[in-house]
């Protein structure tokens, strides 16, 4: 399953298949990103991070992939489970540290 | 690692009271802080945040206000609160000049009534 920027706020996944949601971000000058999850009544979760010198990192199961070019950012989650279903927000922070979220994904996963 | 402490986590406030909110930080120095406010089913939206003592960035035009009189001290206050203001509030924080690890506190549950 894959989301567009912020105009599809939500992504339904079979259990098992990857996941792709995005965001576009704002401002060229930002120089660091995060990807969160937020699960129902709890505040965010750190998943993964990417400096701007950087245009792809791994973790355990999700890669997030950076194009500064079009100011895109990407978190792709392997093997979908059940557990992954939240809201996924993306931030950007910029050189004079403001940390701005995007609106968020919300990600429902079906067995 | 760093813990934040937030409180109080849940308050109900009349229309028209005042309001104080407040984070510390443990396990760091210097930190960047964060507030952020978070309406039912909304994202985070940026309220304020600071790279020091007495320095505050506000984001956006409202009737709240902050204060950071410590090093590891984050305040966000009201002196009338409204309606609007009912959400759930973090405190957040960041360290090092190249820090890349954020930490959240547990969040308040703001209801105006």
């Known amino acids: 399953g894959e989301s567009v920027g912020l105009h599809l706020p939500t992504l339904s996944v079979q259990e098992g298949d990857n996941s792709i949601i995005n965001c576009a971000y704002s401002?060229?000058?930002?120089?660091?990103f995060i990807w969160y999850k937020q699960e129902s009544g709890k505040g965010p979760q750190f998943i993964i991070d990417?400096?701007?010198?950087?245009d792809k990192r791994q973790g355990q199961r999700v890669t997030v992939l950076l194009n500064k070019t079009v100011k895109h950012l990407s978190l792709q989650i392997a093997a979908t489970q059940p557990g992954d279903s939240a809201v996924y927000f993306c931030?950007?922070?910029?050189?004079?540290?403001?940390?701005?979220f995007g609106a968020g994904t919300t990600v429902t996963v079906r067995a | 690692s760093q813990t934040i402490h937030q409180w109080p986590a849940t308050l109900v406030q009349p229309v028209g009271s005042p309001l104080s909110l407040e984070c510390t930080v443990e396990g760091t120095s210097n930190p960047n802080l964060y507030w952020y406010r978070q309406a039912a089913g909304r994202g985070l939206q940026l309220l304020f945040y600071s790279v020091g003592i007495g320095q505050i960035s506000s984001e956006v035009p409202q009737n709240l206000s902050a204060s950071r009189p410590q090093d590891r001290q984050f305040i966000l206050s009201s002196k009338k609160l409204l309606l609007s203001d009912s959400g759930f509030y973090l405190c957040a924080s960041i360290s090092g000049v190249r820090g890349n690890t954020i930490y959240f506190g547990e969040g308040s549950w703001l209801t105006v009534v």
């Open positions: 401002n060229s000058a930002s120089d660091y």
């Open positions: 931030a950007e922070r910029t050189n004079d540290y403001k940390l701005s």
């Open positions: 990417i400096r701007s010198n950087m």
